[in-house]
């Protein structure tokens, strides 16, 4: 049943907000990262298979901690968008987002009218009938959120357009993809990825749209916090977990070394 998105009630004050990419579609790994005390998690259905019964199962996970769900969709597909939010996500990241006609097919599938034209549903988001369905529909366009994300040049250049029109509720940064669209592919440090995140930001700050960092190392984290950033996410939970794993074995094998 929908919730309260607390992430967005953040972004109107001076809290901050952790969250993670979580890529493995497991309930269990959900349950960890929102009992770890993160406040959100991306679920990926770009890059990994989710059917939709286990992504009902990992909202239902997200939900039992208190943890906001996010669905990162397919690029340029106003169906996943329906079908994540239908399952009870709180928002969708939407990747590749080059153009304003990009963000405005994404807003038209994920807001109810006048704001948009999500297909009408009833099901679990409204409890089952426990939430009467018009002030589902006013809570939904309250409570969901449009998040874009800004991963290539086109898009970069394209920002003051996209932004223009508003119904973009949070932008996040892609600096891997940002990098190969400049030529550098994984150079996320590289100085033209760089000065794009920048341009993004200060883009950002210039109209009053939130942004989201991705910090690769603690001193990203405290230079995005010192320009004013609230957000971030702190990676995937598969290279945590991998580097975890590594670090472990390497203690175990030195100490008998």
Known sequence: MLRHNTVKERLSGSGESYGLFCSIPSPALVEMIGCAG???VV???????????????????AEAVDLVPFIRVPEADPGAILRALDAGALGVVVPHVRTRADLDAAIR?????????????G????GFGRIELT????????EIMVIAMIEDAEGVDELPAILAGGGVDLVLEGAAD???????PWQTRHPVVREALQRVHAECKARGVPFCAI????????????????????????????????THLDQHRGTHA
């Open 38 to 40: 993160y406040d959100f």
């Open 43 to 61: 679920l990926d259905t770009e890059h990994s298979l989710v059917d939709p019964q286990q992504l009902e199962n990992l909202i239902r996970a």
């Open 109 to 121: 599938a994920a807001r109810y009218a006048p704001e948009g034209m999500r297909s009408l549903n």
């Open 123 to 126: 099901g679990r988001v409204p």
């Open 135 to 142: 002030e589902y529909v006013r809570r939904a366009n309250a």
């Open 178 to 184: 940002l990098s190969q669209s400049y030529g550098v």
């Open 215 to 246: 910090p690769r190392t603690r001193e990203d984290h405290e230079q995005w916090q010192a320009a004013g950033v609230r957000t971030f996410i702190l990676g995937e939970e598969r290279g945590l977990a991998a580097r975890a794993l590594r």
